[in-house]
T-cell receptor
Framework: GAVVSQHPSWVICKSGTSVKIECRSL??????MFWYRQFPKQSLMLMAT?????????EQGVEKDKFLINHASLTLSTLTVTSAHPEDSSFYIC?????????????FGPGTRLTVT | DQQVKQNSPSLSVQEGRISILNCDYT??????FLWYKKYPAEGPTFLIS?????DKNEDGRFTVFLNKSAKHLSLHIVPSQPGDSAVYFC??????????FGTGTRLQVFP
């Protein structure tokens, strides 16, 4: 089946620095990708929709200046957490929808664990 | 405002028996529903989905039932296996690829 990768799988950074997370669709093109965040023992919360060639669409309550999203190609979306703070520590997951004929699925990356110290 | 809810945070089932995971939603506009299985520190893995035009979809040991009037769906796993132990999320979408996830149910299948 289709595969979505994320890099890095985990990252530790100091407060105030920026961290970039990559999401790649490995064997299909994705004009749209989604970024989620999951806090421990909680649900996956949709942060934003990444649109290839245009601006991302952010969910209510998500700071667009803090979580910069760039969808520069049909297989790559990046999420940059700017001026990270300890409360940004979380598990970040991306996904990409894929259609092939009547088959529709949304594939998720393995996630990135961000720890801000 | 939690549009998709899984009211049971955990479920324990004996191996070989049926596991029934429930999900309720509030938005009648949702037209597509999915179930995902997730392990800690990993991305969700797709299990099965159902369109709002159907009331049942089956794939091997997994069956999803949809009751639109009750805004309720359930995932049945028969027979349950120890390898099924994980957190299960239901998700819903409408007219778009955006998924709204439920709160998750931790399933434990014991021998």
């Amino acid at each position: 089946g289709a595969v979505v990768s994320q890099h890095p799988s985990w990252v530790i950074c100091k407060s105030g620095t920026s961290v970039k997370i990559e999401c790649r669709s490995l064997d299909f093109q994705a004009t749209t990708m989604f970024w989620y965040r999951q806090f421990p023992k909680q649900s996956l919360m949709l942060m934003a929709t990444s649109n290839e060639g245009s601006k991302a669409t952010y969910e209510q309550g998500v700071e667009k200046d803090k979580f910069l999203i760039n969808h520069a190609s049909l297989t790559l979306s990046t999420l940059t957490v700017t001026s990270a703070h300890p409360e940004d520590s979380s598990f970040y997951i991306c996904s990409a929808p894929h259609r092939e004929g009547l088959l529709y699925e949304q594939y998720f990356g393995p996630g990135t664990r961000l720890t801000v110290t | 405002d939690q549009q998709v809810k899984q009211n049971s945070p955990s479920l324990s089932v004996q191996e070989g028996r049926i596991s029934i995971l429930n999900c309720d939603y509030t938005n009648s506009m949702f037209d597509y529903f999915l179930w995902y299985k997730k392990y800690p520190a990993e991305g969700p893995t797709f299990l099965i989905s159902i369109s709002s035009i159907k009331d049942k979809n089956e794939d091997g040991r997994f069956t999803v039932f949809l009751n639109k009037s009750a805004k309720h769906l359930s995932l049945h796993i028969v027979p349950s296996q120890p390898g099924d132990s994980a957190v299960y999320f239901c998700a819903a979408s409408y007219n778009t690829d955006k998924l709204i996830f439920g709160t998750g149910t931790r399933l434990q299948v014991f021998p």
